[in-house]
């Protein structure tokens, strides 16, 4: 299985990204699919989550901004960022396993992670 994170790059304040988690080995349909973010000298943490029925949850820091969305077709699951701030600035990852969102230590397969910065 393997989850191939992208889409991440340096961006202006207030601008956009839209990242992609494209699995293999794996059908993310009937999955949920977390994104998490490690900024520099900090703890991992929840962005936002798809569940196995397509809710959505977004940390409170992110709501109004970011969307997730999936492609079952393309097998892929994605991130759009807006409005981006400069502390937002981390290595996001994208993982799935559960059909629920979850706790980060309860997702059983990640990404190698895309770097996102944005600059003020």
């Known amino acids: 299985v393997q989850l191939q994170a992208s889409g991440g790059g340096l961006v202006h304040a207030g601008g956009s990204l839209r990242l992609s988690c494209a699995a293999s080995?794996?059908?993310?349909?009937?999955?949920?699919v977390g994104w998490f973010r490690r900024a520099p000298g900090k703890e991992r943490k929840g962005v936002s989550c798809?569940?196995?029925?397509?809710?959505?949850y977004h940390d409170d820091s992110v709501k109004g901004r970011f969307t997730v969305s999936r492609d079952t077709g393309k097998n892929t699951v994605y991130l759009q960022m807006n409005n981006l701030k400069p502390e937002e600035t981390a290595v996001y990852y994208c993982?799935?396993?559960?059909?629920?969102?979850?706790?980060?230590?309860?997702?059983?397969?990640w990404g190698q992670g895309t770097q996102v910065t944005v600059s003020s």
């Open positions: 993982a799935t396993g559960p059909r629920l969102c979850v706790r980060a230590d309860e997702y059983d397969y």
């Open positions: 080995g794996f059908t993310m349909d009937g999955h949920a």
């Open positions: 798809i569940s196995s029925d397509d809710k959505t």
